[in-house]
């Protein structure tokens, strides 16, 4: 059974300042690796997809993920995050040649500090 | 173009009412899901469908049903609410050939059961 883990349930951070988000998960197959961010009262919305090619993956508002399949891991990176940053990020899995059911996190919050 | 649209935003509803929380997507999608979303818990998958005519469980599908009712329109039903059902519930769709795995989702609906 697939499973994905989110290190940190809460990270602050000061305006400009670098961010990375952990995300760690467990499958016994091939797997598709996402992140999705939720700002308040609002639903999902895809930041970043890993389907295959480069382990680098690049998305909107200046985030990238890095695929490491050793580390069974992909984390999160931004050099300088926004007031506008503040949301909750999840990471999520599905195996490849599945329906497309996703496994998620239980979440990070990120808040970003003037 | 809407996107995915849930009707209604909120409900307050006593223990053993039952309610239909409605979801239409115009995105010619394929696949409809349905998830709750509880603090610290990420979102669970409770019941999807892959195509028209065709529903499965998820996750946490107890107390729940579900109906395919068209291509565009996949509802979810509570026929005898409990408090532990109080949740924010997400729906999404997704093809996955054609829109490489990403799943959009919904604005959400919270749910209160008193």
């Known amino acids: 059974a697939q499973s994905v883990t989110q290190l940190d349930s809460q990270v602050p951070v000061f305006e400009e300042a670098p961010v990375e988000l952990r995300c760690n998960y467990s499958s016994s197959v091939s797997v598709y690796l996402f992140w999705y961010v939720q700002y308040p009262n609002q639903g999902l919305q895809l930041l970043l997809k890993?389907?295959?090619?480069?382990?680098l993956v690049k998305g909107i508002n200046g985030f990238e993920a890095e695929f490491n399949k050793s580390q069974t891991s992909f984390h999160l990176r931004k050099p300088s995050v926004h007031i506008s940053d503040t949301a909750e990020y999840f990471c999520?899995?599905?195996?490849?040649?599945?329906?497309?059911?996703?496994?998620f996190g239980k979440g990070t919050k990120l808040s970003v500090k003037p | 173009n809407a996107g995915v649209t849930q009707t209604p935003k909120f409900q307050v509803l006593k223990t053993g009412q039952s309610m239909t929380l409605q979801c239409a997507q115009d995105?010619?999608?394929?696949?409809m899901y349905w998830y709750r979303q509880d603090p610290g818990m990420g979102l669970r998958l409770i019941y999807y469908?892959?195509?028209?005519?065709?529903?499965d469980k998820g996750e946490v599908p107890n107390g729940y049903n579900v109906s395919r009712l068209n291509k565009r329109e996949f509802s979810l039903r509570l026929e005898s609410a409990a408090p532990s059902q109080t949740s924010v519930y997400f729906c999404?769709?997704?093809?996955?050939?054609?829109?490489?795995?990403?799943?959009?989702f919904g604005p959400g609906t919270r749910l209160l059961v008193l």
């Open positions: 995105m010619n999608h394929n696949s």
């Open positions: 469908s892959a195509s028209e005519g065709t529903t």
């Open positions: 999404a769709s997704d093809a996955p050939r054609v829109s490489k795995e990403t799943q959009y």
């Open positions: 890993y389907l295959s090619g480069s382990t």
């Open positions: 999520a899995v599905s195996e490849k040649g599945s329906q497309g059911n996703l496994i």
